[in-house]
């Protein structure tokens, strides 16, 4: 058996875990195992720069439940990053303290610039990129990377602090949302896109790639539109129509969380972000004009994955 590596990437909103071994595939590797749980690790206390005892609980269950099933695959390694709410939680540390203590695992609490690297590479081993430009977008809780590249060079990098957590919750949104707050919502990210505006505008890439949470959810809702059975998206290259989108976005957003409770498909985890999400992917969609969007399984996980699998 070769050797097992469990990736444990430990988000703002949830904690997800891979396990892969390496295999003479186009990626370089093969994945045994996925999961994830919602530990919302930036609620109620992300605006507040805190990690809330809630959450702290709910990120230690998560791992001691990760780590079992680490162990029952027999990973030889456990790689785990923090993200967003660990690096702006005054106590972060404290909670990486605790998990060294209690689990012996290190957390490399990772900075948005690295995200950002590690989404890069980690799409880049689903994702063909040709000459032309693309636009790569990862939505989480707490930060919202982008990126531009094509098959030579990594362009444009940065990581924003505008996850949909931490909007939602800066912004103090209601629910259900109404037009005079999704019009907030907009004129809020375009005051913060200035400079991602410019560097659109001169390298006018075309075609955009949404990896993680968000797109996942807005992956599988589209299945259920086209009257498909509902399944898990893995692809590392899943088409999404414009217009499928712009019918969630009318279908979504002013819908309040206890009825998108009730859609088909709809992910638990995310439930609450969904149309505060689905007013910025739409919007982003039709401000730079996007010819093609699609979903990428493939992002943070899969590039310390390949990381990790170059160090052995």
């Known amino acids: 058996m070769n050797k097992r590596i469990a990736i444990f990437d430990l988000g703002s909103n ?23 749980s919602g530990v919302k690790l930036a609620s109620k206390g992300i605006t507040k720069k805190i990690i809330t005892e809630d959450a702290r609980l ?20 456990i790689k785990c990053t923090g993200t967003s709410a660990f690096r702006d939680a005054q106590n972060g540390q404290l909670l990486v303290n605790e998990i060294k203590e209690r689990f012996h695992l290190d957390v490399e609490i990772i900075s948005g610039q690295r995200e950002a690297e590690l989404i890069h590479k980690g799409l880049r081993k689903g994702y063909k ?29 940065k990581s924003y602090d505008l996850g949909m957590r931490r ?26 896109f200035k400079e991602l ?11 955009l790639i949404g990896t993680s949470g968000s797109f996942e959810t807005i992956s599988k ?12 998206i893995d692809t590392a290259a899943y088409k999404l129509s414009r217009a499928r989108i712009k019918e969630l976005h009318d279908d979504l ?11 088909k498909g709809m992910d638990m985890i995310r439930v609450d972000l969904m149309s505060i999400a689905m007013v910025f992917v739409h919007h982003i969609i039709k401000k730079f004009n996007f010819e093609k969007v699609f979903f990428s399984a493939f992002a943070l996980k899969e590039g310390l994955l390949t990381e990790a699998l170059e160090q052995e």
């Open 58 to 77: 709910r990120a230690l269950e998560a791992i001691a439940s990760f780590k079992v099933t680490a162990e029952n695959y027999k990973c030889r390694t």
């Open 253 to 263: 957003v002013f819908m309040p969380e206890s009825k998108r409770r009730e859609v």
């Open 14 to 36: 949830a904690f997800k875990l891979l396990i892969a071994e390496q295999a003479d595939t186009p990626e370089g590797f093969k994945i045994i195992h996925k999961e994830q």
């Open 221 to 232: 809702l589209v299945e259920v539109q086209k009257g498909r059975p509902l399944k898990k």
């Open 167 to 192: 909007v939602m919750e800066k912004l103090k949104l209601p629910d259900p949302l109404n037009q005079q707050e999704k019009d907030r919502i907009i004129q809020f990210f375009d005051e913060e």
């Open 129 to 157: 990129l040709e000459k032309s430009p693309v636009l790569i977008m990862d939505i989480g809780g707490g930060s919202l990377e982008i990126i531009i590249a094509n098959k030579n060079e990594l362009i444009f990098q």
């Open 197 to 207: 505006d410019k560097t659109v505008k001169k390298y006018k890439p075309e075609v």
